[in-house]
């Protein structure tokens, strides 16, 4: 299984960027994809998780500005942020895993490399 992240980038507090995760192996269809950020000396934290059957879930912190999204044929996941607050700056990843909240990174089979979100 592999992870590719993308989208990633520098905006202004306000502004919107759409992260995407290309995932190759037999993923998706298999496992609930996830989003998960962290931000240096912080734990790992899911965001938003989707599951196979389309349904989703969103941490507090980035409900109603954050979307997850899949599309199964693309093998791809996305996280559509908008209204990016300095606080959701970090290297973001996906993951087959759905938590949200803190998650040991030892406890997630695969990782990808994650992208860099710069809000200032």
């Known amino acids: 299984v592999q992870l590719v992240e993308s989208g990633g980038g520098s905006v202004q507090v306000g502004g919107s960027l759409r992260l995407s995760c290309v995932a190759s192996?037999?993923?998706?269809?298999?496992?609930?994809m996830g989003w998960f950020r962290q931000i240096p000396d912080k734990e790992r934290e899911g965001v938003a998780g989707?599951?196979?059957?389309?349904?989703?879930s969103h941490a507090d912190s980035v409900k109603g500005r954050f979307t997850i999204s899949q599309d199964s044929a693309k093998k791809t996941v996305f996280l559509q942020m908008n209204s990016l607050k300095p606080e959701d700056s970090g290297m973001y990843y996906c993951?087959?895993?759905?938590?949200?909240?803190?998650?040991?990174?030892?406890?997630?089979?695969?990782w990808g490399q994650g992208t860099q979100v710069t809000v200032s």
């Open positions: 192996g037999d993923t998706m269809g298999r496992y609930c």
């Open positions: 989707i599951e196979s059957d389309g349904s989703t």
């Open positions: 993951a087959p895993d759905c938590r949200l909240g803190a998650v040991n990174v030892n406890s997630v089979a695969y």
